[in-house]
């Protein structure tokens, strides 16, 4: 199977270290082979997918017995694995997201980290729509496919330090990323990332319009 391609990230390099303006689409993305996620998937990401509630109440699990329980709380639906709603279709445009990890897949790793947030944007590319996180050490870069009205499904990779370009899907299992997209309010969406390759059990990136 033809590995899905992400193209170029373009990087603004202006006078005096300021940015211009972004273009509005910072991603060229390849067409994928379908539009069929299962077709596109790989075997191990075919089952992170599928054990994906099993990822995020272990998480939870070990975060509460870390003493979290007051951050659980607090992000209230987030942080519920059965919060999704129907209607799970995410609009284009720039968004604010923040990421939560769960769960430490070795000892001396923290059960639950909050991040600020950081901009991120969802791009309409035809028969699929893309995920980019914009800025940080660690950017996801992916697609997602339709699934069902609860869910979309996200096939990317791991963009790390200063890279330009993100790696094919499907070439490093350590970099490839695979979750779901879930609506949890009103203009408030998540990305969940079952066992990520670095760090966490679980991975919680809220979506939230940026205007």
């Not at 990230?9 to 996620?37: E, F, H, Q, T």
């Not at 968004?95 to 944007?121: E, H, N, W």
């Not at 997602?144 to 200063?162: A, Q």
């Amino acid at each position: 199977m033809k590995a899905l391609g992400y193209g170029w990230i373009w990087l603004l390099l202006c006078a005096g270290g300021v940015s211009a303006k972004p273009p509005s689409r910072l991603v060229d993305i390849d067409a994928p082979k379908s539009a069929n996620w299962r077709l596109v998937a790989t075997d191990s990401d075919r089952k992170r997918i599928r054990n994906w509630r099993t990822a995020f109440t272990t998480a939870l699990d070990q975060a509460r017995a870390a003493g979290h329980d007051r951050d659980i709380l607090r992000e209230g639906v987030l942080l519920d694995p059965d919060a999704a709603m129907a209607g799970a279709e995410i609009p284009a445009g720039d968004y604010r997201c923040r990421v939560i990890k769960l769960g430490a897949q070795a000892a001396g790793m923290g059960d639950y980290t909050a991040y600020p947030a950081f901009s991120c944007k969802i791009s309409d590319e035809g028969a699929v729509f893309s995920f980019t996180k914009l800025s940080g050490s660690q950017r996801p870069v992916g697609l997602i496919f339709d699934n069902d009205g609860y869910r979309k499904i996200f096939l990317g990779t791991m963009m790390l330090g200063d890279e330009r370009r993100a790696l094919d899907y499907g070439r490093d299992a350590d970099r490839d990323m695979a979750g779901a997209i879930e609506k949890v309010g009103v203009r408030r969406w998540r990305l969940i990332l079952p066992y990520p390759r670095f760090e966490s059990m679980m991975d919680v990136i809220e979506l939230v319009p940026a205007r």
